[in-house]
């Protein structure tokens, strides 16, 4: 009984001589290799070559400076809160009088660590972010040596400096990154 | 027996709020009768403070609409009533979230209070228990039509444990009633009045009193805070674990902050109006002390 139009019955019945010595599925076979060795080939040569991201690829992460370059992350938490993985942890301390031109708010994130390992680069860091500060580059997470290298500091993250460095910083913000206006 | 029922009717008055009749005491505000049913019937209250005589009356979030005055006079009151300050009467019909005026009002009543209020609460420690923030989700609109420059204070301390942020002050006036009520010298008020109001001490004098960390509790909004746990961690990243410490002079009931092992931050214990349950500032500082 069938069950569906779909299946077929397999032909169990004895092979013939021809059949047999499999010359003609061989042929067969071979002629679908040698076809491939003059399509497109599907690979690329990695360090040399580089493919163009799409224009959702989330990489590592970048904690952004204003105009002036101050930083704009003020430690709210909200990043981390969101974090499905909780990969973001971070510690929060007061600016200093002097400190201006280093933070844009009265708070700053004095430790800031995100767990490569654990990121699942899910973007929601970013969207939680109510200060412009983190966003997701186009790069992503080097190979290291040990689990320790992938817990990415903040000298890690910070962007370069838009005056100081300002051709690290264009490198680092790669089209992506919004400047973000004075307040 | 008949006349037994009667001398117990006026005992209670029934009031409907959102079609939820409730039988209360006389005198009860509508607010706290709302309170007795619970839910979302409760109109929120931002300056009202069951325990602070007095308070109320100044923020106007709890407005309410009165359908129906009482059962002898059952003419609707014309305009909005704040349900902190209004009593009820014997049959009042009281709409509140069943009412589009109510909560037209309660959008341009957080809209106004949030005219001056610098909305920095990712910087802010109150954020995740503030009660503003509360509000503005439940009832603020997106935006603001505020066109002008905030008015902007400098931070001031106040004391080794309080600190002053009155830019976010929305001039509720819950602690200096704290200050009056509760410790035997206010050393704080309210300086100049209409927009330029705000809360100091007398010349940046320092709030020394074993019981004025209550000031902290009592504020609904970021303005008062904790200066030891400034910046120290975020609310919602730290757990509160119920503690007791015998203590002389305060009932020593608080509410511990822990992150991990470490202790962060001892707060009074709240209900679920937000406020306090018990004042026990001695043991707050003591217990601080011994977590840092």
């Given amino acids: 009984m069938r069950l569906t139009n779909r299946s077929t019955e397999v032909d169990r019945s004895p092979m013939t001589f021809l059949e047999s010595i499999y010359l003609w599925n061989i042929l067969k076979g071979m002629g679908i290799t040698i076809s491939h060795l003059f399509k497109k080939k599907a690979t690329i040569q990695y360090p040399e070559q580089k493919r163009t991201f799409a224009k959702v690829f989330r990489g590592l992460h970048v904690l952004n400076r204003d105009e002036e370059g101050r930083e704009n992350c003020t430690a709210c938490g909200l990043c981390a809160v969101a974090c499905p993985a909780e990969a973001i942890t971070m510690e929060a301390a007061e600016r200093l009088p002097g400190e201006e031109n280093l933070y844009r708010e009265e708070k700053y994130a004095a430790k800031y660590e995100i767990n490569m390992l654990r990121c699942i680069f899910c973007g929601l860091c970013e969207e939680a972010c109510p200060k412009d500060a983190i966003y997701l580059s186009e790069t992503f997470a080097p190979a290291n040596y040990s689990r320790k290298g992938f817990i990415y500091k903040k000298e890690d993250l910070v962007i370069p400096h838009p005056i100081h460095e300002k051709e690290a910083y264009e490198k680092a913000k790669g089209g992506r990154v919004e400047i973000n206006k004075k307040d | ?292």
């Fill in chain 2, 1 to 292: 027996m008949a006349e037994e029922v009667k001398k117990e009717a006026p005992a209670n008055f029934k009031v409907t709020i959102d079609n939820i009749t409730v039988e209360v005491a006389p005198g009860t505000t509508i607010l706290n009768a709302a309170r007795q049913i619970g839910g979302d019937v409760t109109p929120p209250a931002m300056c009202y403070y069951s325990k602070l005589e007095g308070s109320g009356g100044k923020c106007r979030t709890c407005l309410v609409e009165v359908a129906q005055g009482s059962e002898k006079d059952p003419r609707p009151m014309p305009k909005l009533m704040a349900s902190c300050r209004t009593t009820v009467m014997d049959g009042m019909v009281v709409k509140n979230i069943t009412s589009e005026r109510v909560q037209d009002a309660r959008a341009g009543v957080v809209e106004f209070l949030l005219l001056n209020h610098p909305l920095d609460c990712p910087i802010c420690d109150q954020a995740g228990e503030c009660h503003l923030q509360d509000l503005g989700y439940d009832h603020g609109k997106e935006g603001t039509r505020y066109e002008f420059k905030r008015r902007t204070f400098e931070k001031e301390d106040i004391g080794p444990y309080i600190q002053l942020h009155m830019t976010r002050c929305i001039l509720c006036y819950r602690c200096t009633y704290v200050a009056d009520q509760l410790t035997d010298k206010r050393v704080h008020g309210i300086l100049d009045r209409g927009d330029h109001a705000e809360i100091s001490t007398y010349i940046s004098k320092a709030i020394d009193n074993d019981f004025s960390g209550n000031m902290i509790d009592v504020c609904p909004v970021g303005a008062l805070t904790d200066k030891t746990f400034r910046f120290k961690n975020r609310v919602w990243f730290t757990k509160p674990v119920d503690a007791h410490r015998d203590c002389p002079t305060c009932c020593g009931k608080v509410t511990l902050w822990n992150r991990g092992d470490e202790v962060l931050r001892v707060t009074a214990r709240k209900d679920e109006w937000g406020e306090v349950q018990s004042y026990d500032d001695k043991a707050r500082l003591d217990l601080q002390y011994l977590s840092f």
